[in-house]
């Protein structure tokens, strides 16, 4: 079994006000230094059988028209190590 993970962040021009209430945040907590926060979602998808280009493309299309609202949002996809079996 493979995992692939599949990240959505708001497109850099759109306006983020949850990450910039932490931004606001972060000093009143002792954490100075910070000059942007954005946040977005993270997806870990379990998957049966080879991650091969097919099971790729079926990801991004779920990506695409589920997981992410293109319009105002972008996605990657990333593959990740299979874990050993302990």
Known sequence: MARV??????????LDPQGQAVQ???PRLGF????DVRQGKRF????????????LARIHEMAETFLAN????DFTVKVEKAEESK
């Open 5 to 14: 993970v599949v990240d959505v962040m708001l497109k850099p021009e759109i």
């Open 24 to 26: 606001r945040a972060l």
């Open 32 to 35: 100075e230094g910070i000059a």
């Open 44 to 55: 870990e998808l379990e998957i049966e059988g080879p991650v091969d280009d097919a099971a």
């Open 70 to 73: 293109t319009v105002i949002e």
